[in-house]
């Protein structure tokens, strides 16, 4: 009992719980990893995500509240074990109802080592919900009629996961609300087969149209746009293929490629694995595209 009681002395301490959207940092590795915590125990259930290395935010976090000595729990892995031995992050739950809660923790403390997060009971050690975190992936619930977030962005050739909450529905591409069977993905979404994924590959530049089968008439209907693709030769993002690239790959040369550098990957553009004038060519002989 003491060891349960000063661990929860230390999540409680830990963590400062807020009500309001923050932003994804830039800099820290596992920003935008998401853990998806399905339906459980209690109504609990809700999507989670790794802002930066001492923040995470549950979107759509959904629990009653009825259940005694509630926290969210870290654990390294996604197992009993692990939450047994993790840590409580946050104060006691109470009722949430599909809410937005932001958990930061104090400065010094990194979600380093902590791989998977739990709706937890430390009274009977009972896991409500839990998921391990993933790296970053759009994803979009389904939950009574509608889809929560409707209408997504996503860069060419990612992938979107379609998460059930409740009810039995579909995802299926078109805008009619009647399937004709040449649809680009026709998904069954419910309780036996919970989670569904689409990878838009090959599709740049365009809105793709999706609805609900069963629930089409209640306005059940969502888009993803995918964006243009990156321009060749465009080595520093500005949008266009300019001297500036050219400047851009020339103070680069010699450039490690593969090695975690950003910008020594982007000066390889000709995709051979080093930074040298072979891609100073490369880019010039593109000067105007993209503008």
Known sequence: MTKMMNRLSF???LVTLLTTTVHAGDTYSRADWVAVLAPGDHDSRG?????????????????DGTAPAV????????????????????PLLGAYDNETVVVQLDEGETLD??????????????????????????????????????????????????????????VTEGTDGTPDGDEL????????????EFTFDGFEDTVVDYFCLFHFNFGMTGTVTVLAGPCEGDANGD???DPLDSGFVLARFGCPVG????????????????VDPLDSGFVLARFGECS
Not at 47 to 63: G, L, M
């Open 47 to 63: 999507i989670v995500r790794i802002i930066d290395e001492r923040t995470i935010q549950i979107d759509q976090f959904t629990y």
């Open 239 to 241: 949008g266009t293929v």
């Open 113 to 170: 080592g902590w791989g998977a997060i739990s709706v937890w009971c430390v009274t009977f050690d009972v896991n409500f919900t839990s998921a391990a975190f993933e790296p970053p992936m759009q994803v979009v619930t389904a939950s009574g009629f509608d889809f929560v977030p409707a209408d997504i962005t996503i860069d060419p050739g990612e992938t979107v996961r379609w998460v059930w909450f409740d009810g039995n529905h579909t």
């Open 185 to 196: 993905f026709d998904l069954v979404l419910n309780a036996a087969n919970p989670e569904v």
């Open 11 to 13: 999540g409680a301490a």
């Open 71 to 90: 926290y969210f729990y870290l654990g390294e892995t996604n197992t009993q074990e692990d939450f047994e031995n993790g840590i409580p992050i946050g």
């Open 259 to 274: 090695t975690g550098d950003a910008s020594c990957d982007a000066a390889d553009q000709n995709g051979d694995g080093s």
